[in-house]
């Protein structure tokens, strides 16, 4: 499985924005990039995910290197609710491949008041 | 409403006894997934199915069984054999593709 590599921790101020690193050098051709977050005692919901262009949603966005071995997660603007682990996945839309969905420890978001 | 159902929310059981966690989901997904999560750690996938009788092991599977009789049910059994099953269980499913997948609230289940 091709993996990928977050920092273990970050903390954040309340209103500004929080830039998530995630390292996947070993990234195939047909590799989504997955964002989950995930809020204590919670499951993880999803964030958004992205092949090659930037994407957008309501939660973040999503800005993916030209080489595709690096993405970042962006919180515009956080909040307390925003405090939870950020868990950046590589799901694999090749043909023949299974659903397999494999985490990392992820990043641990801290914002402060 | 849709969405995917985890009981019970806490579980107590005796050392050496087997014990099934129920999955349920009502969103027509293909695949459903098992995770395993103890404390300040990420989640660790143990067992994973995309069609009905069928299912593969993940990275932890030893000591686990599961069964996919139904599309909507996936119950994981901790069995005697896991040396220390302790932890927080996480279900999910999610349709084909790169859709995203969808996760119960847990269950706590303790060992005592």
């Known amino acids: 499985d091709a993996k990928t590599t977050q920092p273990n921790s970050m903390e954040s101020n309340e209103e500004e924005p929080v830039h998530l690193p995630c390292n996947h050098s070993?990234?195939?051709?047909?590799?989504?990039i997955h964002w989950y977050r995930q809020l204590p005692s919670q499951g993880p919901e999803y964030v958004i995910h992205?092949?090659?262009s930037n994407v957008n949603n309501r939660m973040a966005s999503l800005a993916i290197a030209e080489d595709r071995k690096s993405s970042t997660l962006i919180l515009h603007r956080a909040t307390l609710r925003d405090a939870a682990v950020y868990y950046c996945i590589l799901r694999d839309a090749g043909r023949g491949n299974d659903y397999k969905l494999s985490f990392g420890a992820g990043t641990t978001v801290t914002v402060r008041a | 409403d849709g969405g995917i159902t985890q009981s019970p929310k806490y579980l107590f059981r005796k050392e050496g006894q087997n014990v099934t966690l129920s999955c349920e989901q009502n969103l027509n997904h293909d695949a459903m997934y098992w995770y395993r999560q103890d404390p300040g750690q990420g989640l660790r996938l143990i067992y994973y199915s995309q069609i009905v009788n069928d299912f593969q092991k993940g990275d932890i599977a030893e000591g686990y069984s599961v069964s996919r009789e139904k599309k909507e049910s996936f119950p994981l059994t901790v069995t005697s054999a896991q040396k220390n099953p302790t932890a927080f269980y996480l279900c999910a499913s999610s349709l084909q593709g790169q859709t995203e997948a969808f996760f119960g609230q847990g269950t706590r289940l303790t060992v005592v």
């Open positions: 992205g092949l090659t």
């Open positions: 070993t990234i195939s051709g047909t590799d989504y």
